[in-house]
């Protein structure tokens, strides 16, 4: 069982030595690529998925430990794209040092908890319930900015851990977000494009009240915060779209196996 909220284990495939393997990994990551910034076509591509063979190829176990070291002090996540590769993998991390701007009061409201590194390689995300939540949240590809994201509160996470090992857990609050966000940037899609638009603000203005007001043209903002709906927006197919994927490749698999 996961130390962190909302984070279930159940087959052990979601545990601590993902991480002390990947420390080991972090050291050989030769590492020459960087984060690319928003305006560069591969952030707006939708990533292919990882045979499953190629899994434990030098190249993809390279490429998870590059994305791991990347990562480590800058963000909580990054997608295989963010770094020029269009590949369905993604990292996400949070650390104590990480949240140490935001109060106990303030991670507790986003139910944001530090959690070891995780990799997921065709990750499939399922939606659970309806309730949503609004919080600012900003992205390694878009730096300097933050912008209110409504978020499913909950889902569920399927995938492939780069050992091989399914993984299959159910995330609560700042990691569900992690994962959406990092999702969605497998399916080409940056939170710019799912911000409440007059939200958007430079990172020093991040605590800044957002607009209030109902506006003539484009309505009354969200508020921020949990609420019991709201979560509908992956219910458009697109967001889904690695929930299909993970069928394909499963039945490639056992194919593969038969022959
Ligand atoms: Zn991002």
Redo the contacts with the bound molecule.
């Keep these: 069982m996961q130390s962190y909220y909302g984070v279930s284990d159940p087959d052990g495939t979601w545990n601590e030595n993902q991480s002390n393997a990947f420390n080991s990994l972090i050291s050989l990551a030769k590492g020459q690529r960087d984060i690319v910034q928003a305006g560069e076509a591969c952030l707006y591509e939708r990533s292919k998925e990882v045979e499953e063979a190629d899994i434990a190829s030098t190249e993809v176990q390279e490429l998870v430990s590059e994305m791991l070291r990347i990562v480590k002090g800058r963000g909580v996540?990054l997608?295989a794209p963010?770094i020029g590769v269009k590949k369905r993998i993604f990292v996400m991390e949070d650390t104590e040092e990480g949240m140490s701007d935001e109060s106990e009061e303030e991670r507790e409201r986003k139910k944001r908890y530090p959690f070891k590194a995780k990799v997921v390689i065709n990750p499939v995300l399922i939606p659970i319930g309806d309730a949503s939540a609004a919080f600012m949240e900003g992205?390694?590809?878009?730096q300097g900015y933050r912008a209110l994201v409504r978020r499913h509160l909950k889902v569920k996470l399927k995938g492939v851990a780069p050992d091989g090992k399914p993984i299959d857990v159910d995330l609560t609050g700042w990691p569900a977000r992690i994962a959406q966000?990092?999702m969605d940037?497998l399916n080409g899609v940056?939170?710019v494009d799912r911000m409440e638009k007059r939200t958007l603000r430079r990172v020093d203005k991040v605590n800044a009240p957002v607009p209030t007001e109902k506006h003539d043209e484009f309505g009354a903002c969200a508020s921020v915060g949990e609420t019991a709906t709201g979560g509908s927006y992956l219910s458009n197919k697109s967001a889904i779209a690695g929930a299909e994927d993970i069928e394909t490749l499963t039945k490639k698999s056992k194919n593969r196996r038969r022959r």
């Design positions: 996540g997608a963010q992205c390694l590809s878009v966000h990092e940037h940056l939170y």
